[in-house]
């Protein structure tokens, strides 16, 4: 039977992206991302659950997270679990779990909503067109030269 390695998160970026260039100029970027779930406690009470994901971009997002995501944002991540595992400077063999994205959206942040945000919506035009009311109403399916309503 085939498996399924399939992640989709939406949380905020906890530090602004790590770049690195790779030979033959390929970028690679690396940030955590917060995904926090609330719920109801025994009592009542509001209970907020945050975990903490290591995200990977490679080329062209890479290069989207390098220009635009800051520590703070909010994203749709999409991609699939990898674990990686690597031998430390004193020779302990480590390990971590990554989530390796092909697909991003930005959603904004916290600052978009507060003044002096970086990644605001453009001023609106001070006045805008308005098209004159239709005199008459046209019907789209009749044919040329008809006349009648019906």
Not at 51 to 71: F, P, T
Not at 85 to 108: H, P, S
Request: no cysteine; aromatic share 6%.
């Amino acid at each position: 039977m085939a498996g399924v390695n399939r992640v989709i998160l939406i949380g905020n970026l906890g530090k602004d992206p790590e770049i690195r260039s790779l030979e033959g100029g390929v970028k690679v970027a690396n940030f955590s991302l917060a995904t926090t779930e609330t719920y109801k406690g025994k009592n009542g009470e509001k209970i907020d659950q945050t975990e903490w994901h290591n995200i990977v971009l490679w080329r062209g997002l890479a290069e989207v997270a390098e220009s635009y995501l800051k520590k703070g944002n909010s994203v749709f991540i999409e991609g699939k679990i990898k674990t990686r595992d690597w031998t430390d400077k004193d020779g302990n063999k480590r390990y971590t779990t990554e989530i390796v994205a092909d697909n991003m959206v930005m959603l904004g942040s916290k600052r978009d909503q507060q003044s002096g945000g970086e990644y605001n919506s453009p001023q609106k035009p001070e006045k805008t067109q308005q098209q004159e009311p239709l005199e008459q109403h046209t019907d789209l399916n009749a044919e040329p030269g008809d006349d009648l309503p019906f």
